[in-house]
Nanobody
């Protein structure tokens, strides 16, 4: 059994920063592309950023220049550094692994975490 667990969410004032983490637990051999998504209250889930296993990153227009995605493959962990936060960044943030290979050779596609709440408010 493998799973993704997000952490680091919370309440922050506009202009502040937060760092989210997404750790893959269980018997993980490798993970290729990983993403951060978010779902604002009452709205659909939207893609925030993605990163290859080699560290190449892509960002949605609304977070470009403010958020930084990174990963530590040795720890099977992905991060999202969020700076200059705005009220419209308020959402539940989810991490996603497109393809994960377990140590027993099994492949898991489309794995999601349970989400972590980020609230930006004064």
């Amino acid at each position: 059994q493998v799973q993704l667990v997000e952490s680091g969410g919370g309440l922050v004032q506009p202009g502040g920063s937060l760092r989210l983490s997404c750790a893959a637990s269980g018997s993980v051999l490798s993970i290729d592309y990983m993403n951060w998504y978010r779902q604002p209250p009452g709205l659909q889930r939207e893609w925030v950023a993605g990163i290859t296993d080699g560290g190449d990153a892509n960002y949605g227009d609304s977070v470009k220049g403010r958020f930084i995605i990174s990963r530590d493959n040795a720890k099977n962990t992905m991060y999202l550094q969020m700076n200059s936060l705005k009220a419209e960044d308020t959402a539940v943030y989810y991490c996603n692994a497109v393809r994960l290979v377990r140590r027993d050779g099994q492949t898991v596609f489309g794995l999601w975490g349970q989400g972590t709440q980020v609230t930006v408010s004064s």
